[in-house]
């Protein structure tokens, strides 16, 4: 056993998670929840709902669930909440984004219908391709919006009488920028919110505005959001956890699965084409260049850091890799991703693998917005604080410490993961040395 293990507070009372962005992800997350808990689902994707930990050795045939071996609050314990500028309740948000079948949700319709959006913050200028929403805050200043932010978050807190709170940023995807002056630490931000300043985003004044309200929060989208060293600042002085960046799921989830794998046989990459259709809402933000690049860069990332190219030049250096996303209305949720490997094998010989992965993307990341809320209330009561690099496995971006490369092989991710929750409840860490079967 660990020598200290640190307390954590148990998961009384109810959990609200309030997801800014009530489209296809949020609402299908929800309705899947809701469904659960009824008894008339399961809850297939979600690791804190379905996973078991192996503790101690192999022979010890110890092998809990998850959630009975950490203290996670319970799904009868949820309550949802969120913000969007379309102020459809999140039973008509999910039968426009059309991802669940209308006998699922109709057997859920009461609950969907009281989730109400709250109206959003939101600019055009940094979501470029939606049209006729219809609740939009207006204030002075982007301080003044956050401080109407916490005013809801403080509302939702007393009316579902929630005993903690957790916000994961379900919304569209911003604009690619790069961090600013205004960015780099908490005096300046606050600043730019009271000016204003344009290179503040909407989902920047929502983390903001959690983190002021002693809430944790997560980042599904790639924007920065909280991955900025004011963001940081401010979560590590209100001892908050945060984590992001883009759900991991879809294309580049296999992309994490299949990489690791060649390289851990050391063949040789020469070339990865992606390329996927899709046709929801965000399918169609993400037909704006501008929000393009954001997932561009979140999704191109991840080989770099699996293959290492610096340590590997003759299997990885020259690897041509592309990515694209193209909007097709008559796929709706059910996105197509394509994938064509060029590969290298002994004496350099060609090979290649194509992938076509017939995906339904709200269906994989609902489960990780679930997982994602128990795990960061897990960690606020834990009285763990900053970036939570232990959740990596839910992230095509994983955000980390500054400087630090991230690592996004799937299973380097899971078993850290893993090893964190055995650290939290003070079991020993496993290596997987295996030696000690061996011994006398
Ligand atoms: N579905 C997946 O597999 C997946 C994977 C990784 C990341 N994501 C990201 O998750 C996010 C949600 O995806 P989705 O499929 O639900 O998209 P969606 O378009 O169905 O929903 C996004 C919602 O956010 C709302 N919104 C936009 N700006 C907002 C703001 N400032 N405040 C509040 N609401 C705002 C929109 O009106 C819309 O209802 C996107 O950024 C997407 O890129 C999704």
């Given at each position: 056993m660990a020598e200290t293990v640190p307390e954590v507070a148990p998961a009384t009372g109810k959990l609200g998670i309030l997801t800014p962005g009530m489209g296809a992800v949020a609402t299908t997350f929800y309705a899947g929840t809701l469904s659960i808990r009824k008894g008339y689902s399961q809850p297939i994707g979600s690791l804190t709902q379905m996973g078991h930990i192996r503790l101690g050795k192999r022979t010890e045939k110890r092998n809990p669930m998850i959630k009975d071996f950490v203290p996670l609050a319970g799904l009868d314990d949820l309550e949802f909440g969120g913000w969007d500028p379309y102020s459809d309740d999140a039973y008509t948000s999910a039968m426009k984004a059309g991802v669940l079948q209308p006998a699922h949700l109709e057997a859920i319709g009461e609950e969907l219908r009281m989730i109400q959006p709250m109206p959003a913050v939101f600019s055009p200028d940094w979501?470029?391709?939606?049209?006729?929403?219809?609740q939009v805050k207006d204030a002075r200043t982007k301080m003044d919006l956050a401080e109407l932010l916490m005013e809801d978050i403080e509302r939702f807190r007393t009316q579902h009488e929630c005993e903690r709170l957790v916000m994961i940023w379900c919304g569209s995807t911003e604009v690619y920028r790069e961090p600013a002056a205004v960015h780099q630490d908490l005096e300046a931000f606050e600043k730019g919110l009271k000016i204003s300043d344009p290179n503040i985003a909407p989902s920047q004044i929502y983390a903001y505005a959690a983190l002021q309200a002693g809430v944790p929060f997560a980042n599904g989208a790639p924007n920065l959001t909280v991955d900025f060293p004011a963001m940081m600042e401010l979560a590590n002085l209100r001892g908050l956890p945060i984590c992001g960046k883009d759900f991991k799921t879809g294309q580049t989830l296999i992309k994490t699965m299949v990489a690791p794998g060649l390289k851990a046989r050391m063949l040789g990459i020469k070339g990865w084409f992606s390329t996927n259709i899709l046709g929801n809402r965000d399918g169609e933000v993400l037909d704006d260049p501008e929000s393009f690049r954001s997932k561009e860069v979140s999704k191109l990332g991840v080989l770099e850091t699996i293959l290492q190219p610096e340590v590997y030049p003759d299997l990885y250096s020259d690897l041509y890799h592309v990515v694209r996303i193209n909007y097709y209305p008559p796929r709706g949720d059910d996105k197509e991703g394509w994938d064509n490997i060029d590969i290298v094998g002994w004496m350099g010989y060609p090979m290649q693998i194509k992938i076509d992965f017939l995906c339904k993307d709200s269906i994989l990341a609902a489960p990780i917005v679930l997982d994602l809320a128990l795990f960061l209330d897990l960690a606020a009561r834990a009285g763990k604080s900053g970036v939570?690099?232990?959740?990596?496995?839910?992230?095509?971006s994983p955000q980390t410490a500054p400087g630090l490369y991230p690592e996004n092989d799937l299973f380097i991710q899971s078993t850290k993961l893993k090893n964190n929750l055995r650290a939290l409840m003070g079991e020993e860490l496993i290596t997987h040395l295996g030696t000690e079967y061996y011994e006398e």
């Open positions: 979501v470029k391709r939606l049209e006729g929403y219809d939570q690099e232990w959740l990596s496995f839910y992230f095509k």
